[in-house]
């Protein structure tokens, strides 16, 4: 069983930045693909960013693409999203989440998800 713990979200301001972390325990961190997804109020989950297991490939969702950036540090079963040039619609609680799958881009392809941290951009 894996547990994922979400930090760092926060208000910033439109055109600032974050980095949300989110640590990982009871499992082996470099066997897991992971994922980044965010909920915004009266909307499904949408998919934001995944990683390899190795870190060695990446995907994003296109709304985020050259803003975003996920990474992470294997040696510290830790997961990165970098966020610069925050939008008033990247308002959301953002989910870490953890599967078994190589990288996934879908919900479907985690089986375990964080709690969320919430990320507000204010205008």
């Known amino acids: 069983q894996v547990q994922l713990v979400e930090s760092g979200g926060g208000l910033v301001q439109a055109g600032g930045s974050l980095r949300l972390s989110c640590a990982a325990s009871g499992g082996t961190f470099s066997r897991y693909g992971m994922g980044w997804f965010r909920q915004a109020p009266g909307k499904e989950r949408e998919f934001v960013a995944a990683?390899?297991?190795?870190?060695?490939?990446?995907y994003y969702a296109d709304s985020v693409k050259g803003r975003f950036t996920i990474s992470r540090d294997n040696a510290k079963n830790t997961v990165y999203l970098r966020m610069n040039s925050l939008l008033r619609e990247d308002t959301a609680v953002y989910y870490c989440?953890?599967?078994?799958?190589?990288?996934?881009?879908?919900?479907?392809?985690?089986?375990?998800w964080g709690q969320g941290t919430q990320v507000t951009v204010s205008s």
């Open positions: 990683i390899s297991r190795s870190g060695g490939s990446t």
């Open positions: 989440a953890a599967g078994t799958a190589p990288i996934a881009t879908t919900r479907a392809g985690y089986n375990y």
